[in-house]
């Protein structure tokens, strides 16, 4: 069954942006293989990800985030069953505005979980980032 999931962290200090490229490359490779598509947002002080696939890619796909010592104060924002693709492709974004930045931090701040707010909220975040 098709599930739509997000999830958002804080990049550890481990992290380096100088290597985005290369951990851009390796996750385009895995959620190919694995069919899993959606968008990852970038802001320097967070990461968004909204994640679409079958529901044991993305029990994978979690448990892989979890253990990323690149992440912390990692959050999953909330899943769902979905009947189509809002995002056909994987795709990466970098936004540096300070409303997304803002509405990330008051979403991870709120902890939906598991009712449908986190849904049309990441979305919205994702629609604005889209149009910068």
Same mark, same amino acid.
């Given at each position: 069954? =098709?599930?739509?999931?997000?999830?958002?962290?804080?990049?550890?200090?481990?992290?380096?942006?100088?290597? /985005?490229?290369?951990?851009i490359a390796l996750a385009r490779i895995s959620n190919h293989r694995n069919h899993v598509?959606?968008? =990852? =947002?970038?802001?320097?002080?967070?990461? /968004?990800?909204?994640?679409?696939?079958?529901?044991?890619? /993305?029990?994978? =796909?979690?448990?892989?985030?979890?253990?990323?010592?690149?992440?912390?104060?990692?959050?999953? /924002?909330?899943?769902?069953?979905?009947?189509?693709?809002?995002?056909?492709?994987?795709?990466?974004?970098?936004?540096?505005?300070?409303?997304?930045?803002?509405?990330?931090?008051?979403?991870?701040?709120?902890?939906?979980?598991?009712?449908?707010?986190?849904?049309?909220?990441?979305?919205?975040?994702?629609?604005?980032?889209?149009?910068?």
């Amino acid at each position: 069954m =098709l599930q739509r999931m997000a999830w958002s962290c804080v990049p550890s200090p481990s992290f380096s942006a100088a290597r /985005l490229g290369e951990v851009i490359a390796l996750a385009r490779i895995s959620n190919h293989r694995n069919h899993v598509s959606g968008r =990852l =947002l970038f802001t320097g002080a967070h990461i /968004l990800e909204i994640v679409e696939g079958e529901a044991r890619d /993305l029990d994978e =796909l979690w448990s892989r985030v979890n253990s990323d010592t690149r992440h912390e104060d990692v959050i999953r /924002l909330g899943d769902e069953p979905c009947g189509e693709r809002w995002y056909p492709e994987w795709m990466i974004g970098y936004a540096d505005d300070t409303q997304v930045c803002d509405d990330m931090e008051a979403l991870r701040s709120a902890h939906p979980g598991h009712d449908s707010a986190w849904a049309n909220t990441t979305r919205s975040i994702m629609r604005r980032a889209d149009s910068m």
